[in-house]
């Protein structure tokens, strides 16, 4: 690439030098045969009323060799002077004296001298000595060879500069190109320099986010493989090992038999129930599952959610409290998505509150008002539902990733009392308040008996 940035540069070098160059010589010859021009002008102005005045005070041509002398000293050109009938009666040069200027080629300028009446009674010529003309000829010449130096010298330091604005364009992009390879072969931790702060700069953070996602993403994946796996090889296991059982006749009795196939069914159950959060998690954040929105009472949605979650409270003496208010403004939701999303935080706030816990949820209904300019006031709504326990609190390092798919505090103390679900609880929470064009918030200062709370802001 480096080769193909110098060449570019090299060829638009050179175009752009001899065009200047072309130009520069051009304008430089017609300035030079203007000031000629100029100076002839002055001749032709100078040497016919002169010359006049002569004829005029002796009739005749007589005698004017001195002037004729003189002008060609002044001007610093040979002068010579033809009368009527075109013989030359006076010259700087003596032996053009007496001949015909139809006999010599290139006498010069040609100026006509007239009389008082307005006849032609002469015709002078200014001529430019061979110096002269090699004079001219020397300095076009040292003009052109001036600007041919000039226009090396510019062309050599063009190339070095575009040598060296071609390495630093082709460098971070050969870089990334090599990066790219090793993203293709499985290396997604490998980074490009992103130093400066032009195009190509911007173009290398940009490579750099973009490897960082694809890594995250790689690393998800691999998560979700894992997290799947393990959730699926525990049922899978205990159906494996009953049907084994009763192949083999170790499970030989009826009551052995019974609770044989209700585990299995339990668990094939759990299975299912896995796949169902699978799809509709996956559902949710393509947004291919609609929703089916209607003005509904928050409020009644709260108690709902508490009353399907009451019966796991019970089984772990953990109190649940509403303190929705009854009277807030009915909202445009799916009310059984959003009493989906209360019943998982409820059902997580209560698998981890110890006995004696308590667990509530709270409404209420945000108005937001932003005075950004003097004369505009922008008021904006939002119900804020808050579910909050007592709970053993998040530590401070798992709060960022709560809401990922899979994803467990502990998945050690959840497996081993039996509580872990399949971590898509707050994944689907996430889900559906995002669907809705909500957010939602969990804090928690990790301390035991301080707990945790959920909170999610939905728009009016």
Not at 40 to 47: A, K, Q
Not at 255 to 262: I, K, P, T, V, Y
Not at 382 to 400: A, F, Y
Not at 421 to 445: P, Y
Request: some cysteine.
């Amino acid at each position: 690439m480096a080769r193909r940035l110098l060449l570019s540069y090299l060829a638009l070098i050179i175009v752009t030098v001899a065009l200047l160059a072309f130009i520069v010589q051009l304008a430089t010859t017609q300035t030079f045969t203007r000031y000629l021009s100029d100076q002839s002008n002055v001749h032709s102005e100078m040497l016919p009323v002169m010359l006049t005045g002569f004829y005029t005070a002796n009739g005749a041509w007589d005698g004017v060799q001195s002037d004729i002398d003189e002008a060609s000293l002044i001007i610093g050109s040979p002068v010579s002077l033809a009368d009527a009938r075109g013989r030359i009666v006076a010259a700087a040069q003596p032996d053009l004296i007496a001949r015909q200027v139809a006999d010599i080629p290139n006498l010069g300028q040609e100026i006509p001298v007239l009389g008082d009446k307005g006849t032609a009674i002469g015709t002078v010529y200014v001529g430019r000595t061979l110096a002269q003309q090699r004079a001219d000829e020397t300095f076009l010449a040292s003009v052109t060879r001036a600007l041919i130096a000039a226009g090396l010298l510019v062309a050599l330091v063009a190339m070095g500069v575009g040598v060296l604005l071609a390495r630093s364009i082709s460098r971070p992009l050969d870089e990334m190109s090599r990066a790219a390879v090793q993203i293709t072969r499985g290396n997604y931790a490998v980074r490009v320099s992103s130093r400066g702060g032009d195009e190509v700069t911007a173009l290398a953070q940009a490579f750099n986010q973009m490897a960082a996602g694809i890594n995250n993403l790689e690393q998800l994946r691999r998560d979700l493989v894992a997290n799947v796996s393990h959730d699926l090889r525990t049922p899978l296991t205990v159906i494996r090992g009953y049907l084994e059982g009763l192949r083999s006749g170790q499970i030989a009795d009826r009551r052995s038999a019974e609770m044989a196939f209700d585990a299995m069914h339990s668990e094939a159950a759990r299975l299912l129930n896995l796949v169902d959060d699978l799809n509709e998690v996956a559902a949710l954040e393509s947004g291919v599952l609609p929703l089916e929105r209607r003005p509904v009472n928050i409020a009644v949605l709260a108690e709902n959610a508490l009353g399907r979650a009451a019966q796991i409270a019970k089984g772990k003496g953990v109190n649940l409290i509403n303190t929705a208010a009854p009277d807030l403004p009915m909202v445009n939701v799916d009310p059984n998505r959003i009493e989906q999303a209360l019943f998982n935080l409820l059902e997580n706030a209560v698998r981890h509150t110890h006995t004696g816990g308590l667990v509530s949820v709270h409404a209420e209904w945000l108005v937001i008002n932003d005075q950004s300019r003097d004369d505009e006031l922008f008021v904006d709504h939002c119900l804020l539902i808050t579910v909050k326990d007592t709970g053993e609190g998040i530590p401070p390092e798992h709060l960022p990733h709560i809401f990922e798919r899979f994803y467990r505090a502990n998945r050690a103390r959840s497996q081993a009392n039996g509580e872990g679900g399949a971590g898509l609880g707050l994944a689907i929470v996430r889900a559906i308040v995002e669907a809705h064009g909500g957010k939602v918030l969990a804090t928690s200062d990790g301390l035991q008996g301080r707990g945790s709370a959920f909170t999610l802001r939905l728009p009016y």
